[in-house]
């Protein structure tokens, strides 16, 4: 691989190319990746996740002459979800798609140029769908994270594997989806399986070789550690008091997961993960605050210590996982904040230094397992009729009370990120309005088998619409305003410079709205459901935008009634590129 480079080096040199030749993606390069508009190196446009790109080539003005450049089908009989962040560097696009499948593509020509499939085991437990949310870029690395637990690092030239590392036992319930993250020089990973009893942790590692550099677990009672060049551990500390917020050995197997990976602010030196539902579902068997479920963790980079945490939800007793990116921006008073829209209903403002709580507000229209969050504690304030009941309570000692829950548990938001625009100091959150009955069950721990305790069926609230798009305000908690979709939103989010939002819908459509008031300005039928983020760039004199469709993910698998709704939608798996027509 080093020879090949020199070689081309050299080649380059002999021939006199004037091609620029890529040294590759350096730390300064991923640490200002917001502000370069001629690259998509990090998941969320830049490591704080604001996917917001300063580019206005395309612009509320003229973005009605939007159309295709390209497409490229990812092919296959392998469909199902695709909710990948496409990556854009030295004219390729890196895309990962369902099943753990990765492409590169020539940017300008959608030519594919290499592919690689994992080959995944039988037996592989993922949740909620055969998704892959996207890669990272270092160096001359593409790297990626597979359904069975591992990472897979390619040269970006070859598409060779030139490193692959396990995470951990695919037969434990373990797996991956989310984009890893790049921090100073580290690549940081989460893991999912919550509903298997795993143990969420964040790890990091040198991205070049994949040896890992220090493990910090998410769930009380864990141990973190540090591991030297030889691979050995070193104690890094414990992560709280063991039985202080979790009875007998439940911590053991409790959950936490850091499904949806994490963001990284390089003005406060801390990466954020979010973290999932404590193990199991049922609560009663928990009492505590199963720290630190349902949380965002602030980590100190350099060290892998949790610097601060903050709980959306203690003890949660819904499945509203933490997991919703902690996205950071510039407050008042020079202060460095981050929002967080939860799937508990609830849209957190916290200081991004310390983890204090600066302001707390719904952005969903229906939340009944609490009434508000209280601003001085940082705690919700519960409605305890509206937990589902104790079993052991139930008249046949096998079922609790069934209560009405909103939202349901698939969430006010889920695994589909929200944009926050600078220009407008707004966020645009994807939101839906649902609701559920749940109830619960008893439940013992057996490995690589579902660990919930609970039932569920989810339902729609309202007759009309599901989906919402809405710009919100963190300094008043106000709705600006909100763009109404039959199905649920299950993509993410981009806000640009040129006054706009896109947005793609489970009905097919990429959708691109005025970022001041929503007014519909464009939209085109990808030919499958949108459940991923877009993207955009700017090559040479040309900017573009890019989704990539295929319906699926959670909602298809786990909706109730909401499925049966969305049952008409048909699979795909395609990205799409478009540029203004001149
Ligand atoms: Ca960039
Ligand atoms: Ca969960």
Same mark, same amino acid.
């Given at each position: 691989m080093k020879k090949s480079l020199v070689a081309s080096v050299i080649g380059a040199a002999l021939l006199g190319s004037t091609a620029v030749l890529a040294a590759g993606v350096t730390d300064a390069m991923i640490e200002k990746d917001a502000s370069t508009g001629n690259d998509v190196l990090s998941s969320g446009l830049g490591t704080e996740g604001q996917r917001y790109s300063p580019l206005k080539q395309i612009n509320a003005g003229n973005v009605s002459k939007l159309t295709p450049a390209w497409s490229m089908s990812f092919g296959g009989e392998k469909q199902r979800g695709q909710e990948s962040q496409p990556l854009v560097y030295n004219g390729k696009m890196f895309v990962t798609a369902s099943y753990s499948r990765i492409f590169a593509v /020539?940017? *300008?020509?959608?030519? *594919?140029?290499w592919k690689y499939e994992h080959r995944l085991p039988d037996g592989i437990m993922p949740c909620c769908d055969v998704v892959n949310r996207g890669a990272a870029l270092y160096d001359n690395l593409v790297i990626f994270s597979t359904l069975d637990a591992q990472l897979v690092a390619l040269n970006q030239d070859t598409g060779e594997v030139v490193w692959k590392e396990k995470i951990d036992d695919y037969q434990a319930g373990y797996s991956n989806t989310a984009a890893p993250l790049i921090a100073k020089g580290l690549l940081l990973t989460g893991t999912s399986g919550g509903e298997f009893g795993v143990v969420g942790r964040v790890e990091a590692r040198d991205p070049r070789t994949g040896q890992l550099v220090w493990v910090r677990p998410t769930v009380e009672g864990h141990m973190g550690y540090k591991y030297d060049k030889a691979g050995n551990k070193t104690e890094n500390g414990i992560s709280g008091t063991t039985n202080k917020s979790w009875p007998g050995d439940l911590w053991k197997t409790g959950g936490a997961s850091t499904w949806l990976g994490g963001t990284f602010d390089n003005k406060t030196g801390l990466a954020y993960f979010g973290t999932g539902n404590p193990a199991p579902w049922n609560s009663h068997i928990r009492p505590g /605050?199963?720290?630190?479920?349902c949380a965002t963790v602030a980590i100190d980079v350099a060290t892998g210590q949790i610097k601060w945490h903050y709980q959306n939800t203690p003890n949660d007793g819904w499945d509203f996982d933490g997991v919703n990116e902690f996205v950071t921006f510039d407050g008042p008073n020079g202060k460095r904040l981050g929002g967080k829209a939860d799937r508990n209903g609830f849209f957190y403002v916290l200081d991004a230094e310390n983890g204090k709580l600066e302001n707390a507000f719904p952005f969903v229209k229906k939340v009944t397992w609490a009434s508000g969050v209280d601003l001085k504690t940082g705690r919700p304030n519960f409605v305890?009729?509206?937990?589902p009941g104790d079993p052991s309570k139930g008249a046949d000692g096998k079922k609790g009370n069934v209560v009405f829950a909103a939202p349901s548990f698939l969430g006010g938001k889920n695994q589909m990120p929200m944009a926050y625009s600078p220009k407008t100091n707004y966020f645009y959150v994807p939101a839906n309005e649902w609701g559920m009955d749940i109830w619960n069950e008893p439940i013992t721990y057996k490995k690589g088998a579902a660990y919930l305790g609970a039932g569920f069926t989810i339902k729609p609230l309202n007759e009309d619409y599901i989906g919402a798009m809405r710009a919100m305000d963190p300094k008043t908690g106000k709705i600006v305003w909100e763009n109404k979709n039959p199905a649920p939103l299950w993509g993410g989010v981009l806000a640009t410079g040129g006054d706009l939002v896109f947005y793609g819908t489970p009905e097919g459509y990429l959708k691109a709205v005025d970022s001041k008031t929503g007014k519909d300005l464009w939209k085109f039928q990808t030919g499958s459901g949108v459940v991923a983020p877009p993207i955009t760039w700017q090559d040479g004199d040309t900017q573009y935008v890019a989704v990539v469709s295929g319906w699926g993910g959670a909602v298809p698998l786990w909706g109730g009634e909401v499925a049966k709704k969305v049952n008409f939608l048909e699979q795909g798996g395609s990205v799409w590129v478009f540029k203004l027509t001149k």
């Amino acid at each position: 691989m080093k020879k090949s480079l020199v070689a081309s080096v050299i080649g380059a040199a002999l021939l006199g190319s004037t091609a620029v030749l890529a040294a590759g993606v350096t730390d300064a390069m991923i640490e200002k990746d917001a502000s370069t508009g001629n690259d998509v190196l990090s998941s969320g446009l830049g490591t704080e996740g604001q996917r917001y790109s300063p580019l206005k080539q395309i612009n509320a003005g003229n973005v009605s002459k939007l159309t295709p450049a390209w497409s490229m089908s990812f092919g296959g009989e392998k469909q199902r979800g695709q909710e990948s962040q496409p990556l854009v560097y030295n004219g390729k696009m890196f895309v990962t798609a369902s099943y753990s499948r990765i492409f590169a593509v /020539d940017v *300008k020509t959608g030519t *594919k140029l290499w592919k690689y499939e994992h080959r995944l085991p039988d037996g592989i437990m993922p949740c909620c769908d055969v998704v892959n949310r996207g890669a990272a870029l270092y160096d001359n690395l593409v790297i990626f994270s597979t359904l069975d637990a591992q990472l897979v690092a390619l040269n970006q030239d070859t598409g060779e594997v030139v490193w692959k590392e396990k995470i951990d036992d695919y037969q434990a319930g373990y797996s991956n989806t989310a984009a890893p993250l790049i921090a100073k020089g580290l690549l940081l990973t989460g893991t999912s399986g919550g509903e298997f009893g795993v143990v969420g942790r964040v790890e990091a590692r040198d991205p070049r070789t994949g040896q890992l550099v220090w493990v910090r677990p998410t769930v009380e009672g864990h141990m973190g550690y540090k591991y030297d060049k030889a691979g050995n551990k070193t104690e890094n500390g414990i992560s709280g008091t063991t039985n202080k917020s979790w009875p007998g050995d439940l911590w053991k197997t409790g959950g936490a997961s850091t499904w949806l990976g994490g963001t990284f602010d390089n003005k406060t030196g801390l990466a954020y993960f979010g973290t999932g539902n404590p193990a199991p579902w049922n609560s009663h068997i928990r009492p505590g /605050d199963n720290l630190f479920s349902c949380a965002t963790v602030a980590i100190d980079v350099a060290t892998g210590q949790i610097k601060w945490h903050y709980q959306n939800t203690p003890n949660d007793g819904w499945d509203f996982d933490g997991v919703n990116e902690f996205v950071t921006f510039d407050g008042p008073n020079g202060k460095r904040l981050g929002g967080k829209a939860d799937r508990n209903g609830f849209f957190y403002v916290l200081d991004a230094e310390n983890g204090k709580l600066e302001n707390a507000f719904p952005f969903v229209k229906k939340v009944t397992w609490a009434s508000g969050v209280d601003l001085k504690t940082g705690r919700p304030n519960f409605v305890p009729e509206n937990r589902p009941g104790d079993p052991s309570k139930g008249a046949d000692g096998k079922k609790g009370n069934v209560v009405f829950a909103a939202p349901s548990f698939l969430g006010g938001k889920n695994q589909m990120p929200m944009a926050y625009s600078p220009k407008t100091n707004y966020f645009y959150v994807p939101a839906n309005e649902w609701g559920m009955d749940i109830w619960n069950e008893p439940i013992t721990y057996k490995k690589g088998a579902a660990y919930l305790g609970a039932g569920f069926t989810i339902k729609p609230l309202n007759e009309d619409y599901i989906g919402a798009m809405r710009a919100m305000d963190p300094k008043t908690g106000k709705i600006v305003w909100e763009n109404k979709n039959p199905a649920p939103l299950w993509g993410g989010v981009l806000a640009t410079g040129g006054d706009l939002v896109f947005y793609g819908t489970p009905e097919g459509y990429l959708k691109a709205v005025d970022s001041k008031t929503g007014k519909d300005l464009w939209k085109f039928q990808t030919g499958s459901g949108v459940v991923a983020p877009p993207i955009t760039w700017q090559d040479g004199d040309t900017q573009y935008v890019a989704v990539v469709s295929g319906w699926g993910g959670a909602v298809p698998l786990w909706g109730g009634e909401v499925a049966k709704k969305v049952n008409f939608l048909e699979q795909g798996g395609s990205v799409w590129v478009f540029k203004l027509t001149k």
